[in-house]
């Protein structure tokens, strides 16, 4: 039984923009972040506040959130690795912020610099500030890691309860690499499922590097998962996993969706004409089948 809805989560303007090599303009990100507000979508993270030597493309996380036009109910987040970052959110307003950390202790080394572990005690200020600001933790490498291979479902259960535990509303698991299959993708929810996590509350993050996502998405709605990070042309990558293309891109999840009658408020002609936008600008194609076929206005 697939839900009825879907919450796309669109991840573009952070996980999509934060690996391009050249400097995208401020007013462009801005613009991207509009188009997509007026597309429907709901939830929009937007930009990171994270170490500027660690990801110079989000060195301009003040001003994208202070000059985006802001659609009332739509949730504009942030990602933030530490107090630092949370204090900045919090000072421009942000929806909600995000944690990430991995069930991987060498891909959050190179990520962030720190164990699983110590991740989770960088994160204190930001738990403790669950009461005033949503907070959404990430797990990335759940369907593998680049550094250690293979990771077990019990790892990445364990961090998804712990981020629960200390007040996470929702934990999206993240295919940082991309290498899942639906076969994984299966036996990792099954997993979740008997040790007691309530699928409402997760998210699922594929990257498409082995053109696996939509299929693992399509599996992970089966078992009643219907919240979806996608991004805008598929744009994408992580600067700390070498091969790691885009994100699934979301134009091709709601077309999927779509098809299946399943509502998710986001307009398709609106989302192709934000993935035109950017690739315009990126002067490339978009990574997504259905902005190749239909372009945008
Ligand atoms: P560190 O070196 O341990 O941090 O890095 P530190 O506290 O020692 O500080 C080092 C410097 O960074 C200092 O500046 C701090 O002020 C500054 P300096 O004194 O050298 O001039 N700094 C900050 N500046 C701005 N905002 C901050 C901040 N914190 C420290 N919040 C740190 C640790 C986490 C800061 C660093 O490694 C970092 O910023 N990493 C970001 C990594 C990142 O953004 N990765 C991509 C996002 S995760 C992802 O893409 C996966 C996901 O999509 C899911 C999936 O696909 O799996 C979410
Ligand atoms: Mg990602």
Not at 164 to 188: M, N, P, Q
Request: with cysteine; hydrophobic share 40%.
């Amino acid at each position: 039984q697939v839900p009825r809805k879907v919450r796309i989560v669109e991840v573009g303007p952070r996980d999509g923009l934060q690996n391009e090599k050249q400097v995208i303009p401020t007013d462009i990100k801005i613009g991207l972040v509009d188009g997509l507000s007026a597309s429907g979508l709901r939830s929009i993270e937007t930009t990171s506040f994270v170490s500027p030597k660690a990801v110079p493309q989000m060195g301009d996380a003040a001003e994208v959130m202070r000059r985006i036009n802001r659609v009332p109910g739509v949730s504009y987040s942030a990602l933030t690795p530490n107090a630092k970052g949370l204090e900045a959110a919090l000072a421009l307003n942000v929806s909600e912020v995000a944690v990430f950390t991995a069930a991987s202790d060498s891909f959050t080394q190179k990520n962030i610099q720190c164990s699983v572990d110590e991740s989770f005690d960088r994160f204190e200020a930001i738990f403790s500030a669950s009461s005033r600001v949503k907070v959404r933790g990430y797990v990335s490498c759940v369907l593998g890691c680049p550094y250690e291979g293979v990771i077990s479902p019990q790892r990445v259960v364990e961090v998804t309860k712990r981020l629960f535990d200390k007040g996470c509303y929702e934990v999206s698991l993240g295919d940082t690499i991309g290498v899942g299959t639906v076969g994984s993708t299966a036996r990792l929810l099954e997993e979740c499922v008997r040790s007691g996590i309530d699928l409402s509350r997760i998210a699922v993050h594929f990257h498409n590097t082995y053109g696996q996502a939509l299929a693992n998405i399509f599996c992970a709605l089966q078992f009643g998962v219907s919240v979806v990070d996608s991004s805008i042309a598929g744009l994408g990558g992580c600067p700390y996993a070498r091969g790691a293309s885009g994100n699934v891109a979301t134009e091709d999840v709601v077309y999927m969706l779509n098809g299946m009658g399943i509502e998710t408020g986001v307009d398709l002609q609106r989302l192709l004409e934000a993935g035109k936008y950017i690739c315009d600008h990126l002067q490339r194609q978009p990574s997504s089948g259905v902005g190749r076929a239909l372009g945008g206005k």
